[in-house]
Nanobody
Framework: QVQLVESGGGLVQAGGSLRLSCAASASIRSTYHMGWYRQAPGKQRELVAAVTTGGATNYADSVKGRFTISSDNAKNTVYLQMISLKPEDTAVYYC?????????WGQGTQVTVSS
């Protein structure tokens, strides 16, 4: 069983920055792809950014150039650096780890961007 714990959310003004962290309970980066999803009120959960076990990254068009996903394998932690935040980035952000046949989710961290 893998546990994922997100942190780093909060309230920030538009144009500001936040860095989210996702700490895994085990060393999983070599076997699990990792990703950040978000869910705004009344909307479906959507993929924001992902990184494969090989290090390839993928971003939603809405965050390209503003968000960066990275990982520190020694700390079993994945980060989401967010800059130039917009009110439409407001959502609960979830960390995800997956591989064929297995997936884990964190409990989520709230990000609120005020205009």
């Amino acid at each position: 069983q893998v546990q994922l714990v997100e942190s780093g959310g909060g309230l920030v003004q538009a144009g500001g920055s936040l860095r989210l962290s996702c700490a895994a309970s085990a060393s999983i980066r070599s076997t699990y792809h990792m990703g950040w999803y978000r869910q705004a009120p009344g909307k479906q959960r959507e993929l924001v950014a992902a990184v494969t076990t090989g290090g390839a990254t993928n971003y939603a068009d809405s965050v390209k150039g503003r968000f960066t996903i990275s990982s520190d394998n020694a700390k079993n932690t994945v980060y989401l650096q967010m800059i130039s935040l917009k009110p439409e980035d407001t959502a609960v952000y979830y960390c995800n780890a997956w591989r064929p046949g297995s997936a884990y989710w964190g409990q989520g961290t709230q990000v609120t961007v005020s205009s």
